[in-house]
């Protein structure tokens, strides 16, 4: 009989733990991000590693533990490459941060478009980002993001 009403309490008391962290899931905003910059680091015919310098803002009022951000980068509708951040780190409360990201590509033709518009100081090339960023937080774990621009 007394282990029914373990059960229960057991059960009550994981149901309260549940329900308050779905409450705090509900004031947390998602952070926001944007491509920075964009820098070739190094060229060949067959494989090309860009550097892409990736700004994050925290609108939140706690600090924001980040794990790593992996993220797909498309440049003019082309798939410019995907990548990850090498190092975790934390985004302050109400702060920004920056963080950079290896993108590798394959894709001499589209490389060389690109290589291109860089060049052009006025030419604004659109890009679309998306990926998730992974926290150390237990009740907002994964963040899924997809962010458009230009530069």
Known sequence: MASVYVKRAVCALLALLLAGCAGLTGHLERPTLSLAHLDLVHAQ?????????????????VSLPVQRVSLTLDCDG???????????FLVGARADSQFEVDLSTNLAPIVLKLIGHLKESSHQTAYRMSGTVTTDLAFLHSIPF??????
Do not use: Y
């Not at 590693?49 to 990736?54: E, H, K, M, P, Q």
């Open 45 to 61: 015919l067959t494989q090309q590693t860009f550097r892409a310098r990736i700004a994050i803002h925290n609108p939140n009022s």
């Open 78 to 88: 082309e798939r410019l490459g995907t990548g990850q951040s090498v190092q975790s």
């Open 146 to 151: 997809e962010v458009k621009g230009t530069f």
